[in-house]
């Protein structure tokens, strides 16, 4: 957001030509949100699931699948990001802090992930305890909303110097 409004004021971050280099790794982290959207959607549907039918026999193996592809897509890519795009766009936006914020970003969708992971760890019977429903819902609702934010920050602020036909700053 503080990008978007000093780019509105016409000053702040100036952004440069993108090598090819920079806009391959802008291509592979765009072409991977669709499966990152995808885990997000069966987020969502999990937590609504845990919300109006957590005693339901599929609710904890769901609940798991979707921990499961978190783990093993969303952090992944979101840890690949972190070593590989984020520093190599610093040059065109003018810092390393221009990413710091979506950094931080990645450290609480890690947080999120691993505390729907503890959920699961106390569920040995396959049965959500209706005390830990409220914080499980908590990291599921919340785990959407920053991912959900994330995603659109990135598309728009990073992905958006790949377009070729795009006003550089």
Same mark, same amino acid.
């Given at each position: 957001m503080i990008l978007n409004a000093l780019r509105a004021?016409?000053?702040?971050?100036?952004?440069?030509?993108?090598s090819p280099q920079i806009r391959q790794l802008l291509d592979r982290y765009a072409g991977e949100h669709a499966g990152v959207r995808d885990v997000l959607a069966r987020l969502r549907d999990t937590a609504d699931?845990?919300?109006?039918?957590?005693?339901?026999?599929?609710?904890?193996?769901?609940?798991?699948?979707?921990?499961?592809?978190?783990?093993?897509?969303?952090?992944?890519?979101?840890?690949?990001?972190?070593?590989w795009l984020y520093p190599a766009l610093a040059g065109?936006?003018?810092?390393?802090? !221009?990413?710091s914020t979506m950094s931080r970003e990645h450290v609480e969708i890690s947080r999120l992930v691993d505390r729907i992971g503890g959920h699961l760890a106390r569920q040995p019977?396959?049965?959500?305890? !209706?005390?830990?429903?409220?914080?499980l819902l908590a990291a599921l609702y919340g785990l959407d909303a920053v991912l959900?934010?994330?995603?659109?920050?990135?598309?728009e602020d990073y992905f958006s110097l790949n377009a070729a036909d795009g006003p550089q700053r």
């Open positions: 004021l016409g000053g702040g971050l100036r952004r440069r030509e993108v699931m845990v919300a109006t039918r957590p005693d339901v026999p599929e609710c904890v193996p769901t609940l798991r699948e979707v921990h499961r592809r978190l783990v093993d897509e969303v952090l992944p890519h979101e840890a690949a990001e972190e070593q065109p936006l003018g810092s390393d802090e !221009a990413t019977d396959g049965r959500l305890r !209706a005390d830990e429903v409220p914080d959900r934010l994330h995603l659109a920050q990135e598309e």
